[in-house]
Structure formats: C-alpha cells, structure tokens
C-alpha cells in the first residue's frame, strides 16, 4: 500500500509546513520541498513497468523505437517541468516558474522537430 | 489493422500519464503527431514500395550519432538473440531425439547432434542440415557396475558352445542388429520430424 505511504508523507509535510511557517517561512518552504521530492522520487521508481509495457505494446506495433522514446522523453521533460515550476510558484517565484515552463516547451518542441520532419517528408512524398 | 488498434491502445494509455498542466497542449500535439506518423508510415510504404523513410535529425548531430549506435546495438542484439534462439532450438531437437532414439530396442546411451541449414538469422534458418547419431549398445560405466557379474556368464556361454566360427556368427549377428536399429532409428525421427532419413547418420560404438 504505496499509496497510504505517500500519502501520509504528504500530511506530515504538509502539516510540519503549517507549523512552521509562522516562524520560519524559509524553513516551511524547504519542508514542502523536501516532501514533494520524495513523493516525486517515490512515484518515478514505479514508472519503470509502465514504460516496459508501452515499449512492449510499440514492438508489437512495429512501431518505431525512435519516435516512441522521443514521447516518452516529452512526457518526462513535462513532468519534471511541473514539478520544478510548482516548488518555485510554492516560493513565491512566479517568475522563474514561468521561465521554466517556457524552457520545457522549447524542449518539448525541439524533440518533436524530427517527428516533424519525418511527417512532412511523407506528405511531400505523397504529392506528386 | 492490428497494428492500428494496438497504436491507439499505446496513445491512449501514453495520454492517461500525460501530465495536468500548462504542458498537456505540447505534449498532446506531439502524440497526435506520433500518431500520424505512425499511421502514415504503412501508408507511405504501400506508394514507396517497402521503402521506410528515414527520420530528419539534421538539427542535432550528437543526438543522431547516439541514434545511430543505438539502433546498431539493438540489431546486434536481436542478431545476438536469433542466434541463442538458434541454438535453444537445436538443443530441444537433440534431446526430443534423444528420447526417441532411446525407445529402439537395443539401445542403452545415445548422443545426437543435430545441424541446422542457414544462417545464424532466424529468417535464414532452412531446416536441418544433417542429424549425427552415436548409439552406444552397451551399458555405460555406472550402470555396468551394477549388472557386471552377468557379463562374464555371457562372454562364457559363447565361448563354450561357439568357439572361432560362433565369433564370426556373433559379428555378423551383432552387424545384423546394428544394421535393424540403424534402419529403425532412422524410420522413428523421419517419421516423427518429417526429415529425410539421407540425412540423418547412425554411427555405433
């Protein structure tokens, strides 16, 4: 039972927070860091099996490994990206959150440039 | 058609962990741009004649280096693998052989080796090549420990009702008897793997 686990590490994050940031606003901010990283740490050992079955499901496919990992890599740029985009909002850094999340997409973007590619080749080879 | 299904399997559970936030724009249009590419691909092939186009990477070049080695990696391993299927494959024959040669009347210990026509690439596998099998008619050491004292009463009774001419009957019946388990050897596994018995070589020791 993972969940009850992660669960309770967010209320007792969640709660030393509370207490703490009547005080100390530096230390509450580290709390909910700290909390969210090992939650974040804890949910990223078990995506292991989930990517096995989606590579197992893309050879059965005959699809691609190529543009398959490329998803999966986006996928994993976005949720990093949230995750630091959050923690800085959490610090007040709305700035720098959205700087983040600028460089995500830019990212995003660029691994998705030989999908691209590869889609405009197709149809101008498709058109005579 | 199955592929199809399966690909929108694939994108749908790639879009049950797609993250809740600003980024789910970017990554959605990326997935529909992975599915168009893979639905087109077949399509594409069907024009081009099995012609599969070649990904543009000409932005990164570090990146189509590491492609590169990754799918010659992946080719050595699959290359790897059909080979170590291969051999698997070979090795169950052997034994499957093995048991039924054991079945003939006659036979105590038996050893097979069979040799596959083809490559090393499971797609260039053929068939059999040729089949090798070592009949050995007598006891091996371990079980004739335990039978031994019968050996001598049999050597003596031949030698006593024999003599000179009853060694020359008792080669000639003993090539008489290799000659039957040769020719029922090689009826059981033609028969049983629908080979050729020319390929198959009985020899006795």
């Not at chain 1, 490994?65 to 959490?90: N, P, R, S």
């Not at chain 2, 793997?193 to 006795?204: A, T």
Request: aromatic share 6%; hydrophobic share 50%.
């Amino acid at each position: 039972m993972e969940i009850l686990q992660i669960v309770g590490i967010g209320l007792i994050g969640a709660i030393l927070a509370v207490f703490v940031k009547e005080r100390n606003k530096e230390i509450a901010l580290l709390i909910s860091m700290a909390t969210g990283l090992l939650i974040f740490l804890f949910a990223v050992s078990k995506v292991s099996a989930v990517v096995k079955v989606l590579e197992e499901l893309a050879s059965r496919a005959n699809i691609n490994m190529f543009y398959l990992t490329t998803v999966l890599k986006i996928i994993g740029i976005a949720y990093i990206a949230e995750f630091g985009a959050q923690v800085c909002k959490d610090a007040g850094e709305g700035s720098i959150a959205t700087k983040i999340e600028l460089a995500a997409k830019i990212l995003v973007m660029v691994l998705a440039l030989p999908i691209i590619v590869a889609i405009l080749e197709s149809v101008l080879r498709l058109i005579p | 058609m199955r592929n199809v299904v399966i690909i929108v399997l694939l994108t749908t559970f790639i879009d049950l962990i797609m993250p809740s936030s600003s980024m789910q724009r970017f990554v959605k249009v990326v997935m529909g741009l992975f599915i168009l590419v893979t639905l087109l691909n077949p399509i594409l092939n069907l024009f081009t004649k099995g012609q599969d186009f070649e990904v543009m990477t000409w932005q990164l070049k570090t990146s189509t280096s590491t492609a590169n080695t990754v799918l010659a990696q992946s080719d050595k391993l699959t290359a790897t693998n059909q080979s170590l299927f291969l051999e698997n494959y070979s090795r169950r024959i052997e034994g499957q052989m093995k048991a039924l040669v054991k079945l003939v009347k006659g036979v105590k210990e038996v050893e097979v080796q069979v040799e596959l026509k083809g490559g090393k690439q499971l797609g260039t596998l053929e068939g059999i090549a040729s089949i090798l099998v070592m009949v050995d008619t007598q006891e091996t050491e371990d079980k004739s420990s335990s039978i031994k004292p019968v050996e001598p009463v049999r050597i003596h009774s031949k030698e006593r009702t024999a003599g000179n001419e009853g060694a020359k009957d008792t080669q000639a019946v003993l090539d008489e008897e290799h000659k039957r388990m040769e020719r029922e050897i090689k009826n059981t596994l033609s028969n049983y793997f629908g080979i050729n018995p020319k390929i198959i070589k009985v020899v006795f020791s």
